[in-house]
């Protein structure tokens, strides 16, 4: 029953300074204009999230919480930073991939990874490690939900075979990736029914 969604606070690697919670949390994360900020704008109703007119530039994980009917909070999100943004400098991806590596390990609260990819784009070898690192992540507690954004820009014929192919590639099984689109809000409904399950559990 989720009511409102605030703005906590942007952070860097310096964990010390992470809100501190036991409320589980879902994040988000994908190549640099994948479409991520676009969906938490749909997912949330309200654009919470600044949609990039130069891409890459996010390099702080954003946290927002959720709040209920009684203005109890009820569960967070964070927004990670986009990966993969070809002009910035490889020392610049390293770092950012350090980051992530550490709030996957540290982030004790964590129930969902949502990681996004571009139903549009061939299955990227650079999403293929990144889902292949979060599912090895040791004694990890989270899940990892695979959603295939702007399918808006696909035609029936497109969108089945793209989605088999990240299917196959990802090696997913029946029903994922959840196919989205922020311009339609297709699959919105669905991506809120794993949230859910995912704070539930
Ligand atoms: P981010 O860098 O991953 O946060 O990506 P953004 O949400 O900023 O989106 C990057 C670009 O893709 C912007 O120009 C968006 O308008 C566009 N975009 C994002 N989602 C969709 C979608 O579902 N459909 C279409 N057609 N365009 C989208």
Same mark, same amino acid.
Do not use: H
């Given at each position: 029953d989720i009511r409102k969604v605030?703005?906590?606070?942007?952070? /860097?690697?310096?964990?010390?300074?992470?809100?501190?919670?036991?409320?589980?949390?879902?994040? &988000?994360?994908?190549?640099?204009n994948v479409g991520k900020s676009s969906m938490l704008n749909t997912l949330f109703g309200e654009p919470v999230a600044k949609v990039s007119k130069t891409p890459g530039r996010t390099r702080k994980i954003n946290i927002f919480k959720a709040k209920n009917g009684n203005d =109890?909070?009820?569960?967070? &999100?964070? /927004?990670?930073?986009?990966?993969?943004?070809?002009?910035?400098? =490889?020392? =610049?991806?390293?770092?950012?991939?350090?980051f992530l590596g550490m709030y996957l390990e540290r982030r004790s609260n964590l129930k969902l990874l949502i990681l996004l990819a571009d139903s549009r784009r061939e299955p990227l070898a650079s999403d293929a490690g990144v889902l292949e690192y979060a599912e090895d992540k040791e004694d990890r507690l989270y899940k990892i939900l695979l959603v295939a954004t702007k399918v808006d820009k696909l035609n029936t014929m497109e969108s089945v075979v793209n989605i088999k192919r990240l299917q196959e590639a990802f090696e997913l099984p029946p029903g994922l990736p959840v196919s989205f689109s922020a311009i339609t809000g297709q699959g919105k409904k669905e991506i809120w029914s794993y949230i859910r399950q995912a704070a539930a559990a």
């Open positions: 605030e703005f906590v606070g942007s952070y /860097d690697d310096k964990e010390e300074i992470w809100p501190r919670t036991n409320l589980p949390e879902i994040a &988000f994360l994908g190549r640099s =109890k909070d009820v569960c967070y &999100f964070a /927004d990670l930073p986009g990966y993969g943004y070809a002009k910035m400098s =490889k020392d =610049k991806q390293r770092t950012i991939e350090k």
